[in-house]
């Protein structure tokens, strides 16, 4: 299997828009302040916008779809035809550890991000009296996602290059073994279907 230049393309464009979403979602994370009620005498917590939700879950998406893209191409490494052993399968085994590993830690920052940046605090406190809390993002969740974004893409990617150089295809070896004897076969019959021939002369 050859390196496909739209395949690479696709793939880095898909993971370099994941990124731009995920640093989206850091610089967007919700904010929240305690503010009292004009109606009666408690406090509750004001939200800013939610956008940073949005941003993580595009970042998921996209991101998953370049794992599916990739994997799906090479047939996620064990259900491929046969590669060659060599330094490259065994680049192509590491690299397609590690892309997962990395896939799977953005993953859950991203997701865990969305989920924790949506949630916003119900509660109402007595003014003056009790000390509200508004649960709020902590600062660098997102952030981690987008540099495992971006360490899922270059592992990815390298698993790809390197698996496409391994993977010489044991059915392609094995057809031209069998173009081989098929072709000596040939050669021995016509060499004995001439030996014949003089001999009757």
Avoid at 25 to 49: G, M, N
Avoid at 85 to 94: K, N, Q
Avoid at 104 to 124: F, M, P, Q, V
Avoid at 172 to 188: D, F, I, P, R, T
Wanted: hydrophobic letters at 45%.
């Amino acid at each position: 299997m050859g390196i496909s230049i739209p395949i690479l393309a696709i793939s880095i464009s898909l993971y370099l828009i994941a990124f731009v979403f995920a640093f989206g979602a850091e610089r967007r994370r919700s904010t929240a302040k305690v503010l009292p009620d004009e109606y009666d005498e408690k406090t509750y917590c004001a939200y800013a916008t939610d956008a940073s939700t949005v941003y993580g879950l595009a970042a998921f998406g996209l991101l998953l779809v370049c794992q599916t893209l990739i994997h799906g191409v090479t047939k996620c490494l064990c259900l491929g035809r046969g590669m060659m052993g060599g330094r490259s399968t065994t680049c192509a085994i590491v690299f397609f550890i590690f892309s997962w590993i990395s896939f799977l830690a953005a993953e859950a920052c991203l997701l865990a991000g969305s989920a924790k940046n949506a949630y916003h605090t119900k509660y109402r406190a007595t003014f003056g009296i009790e000390h509200l809390s508004c649960a709020t993002l902590r600062k660098g969740v997102f952030a981690a996602g987008a540099a495992l974004t971006l360490l899922s893409m270059l592992t990815s990617i390298a698993y790809y290059w390197t698996h496409s150089k391994a993977d010489t295809g044991g059915w392609e070896k094995h057809q031209n073994e069998g173009l081989g004897m098929a072709s000596s076969n040939y050669a021995e019959n016509q060499h004995q279907l001439k030996t014949g021939e003089f001999g009757k002369v």
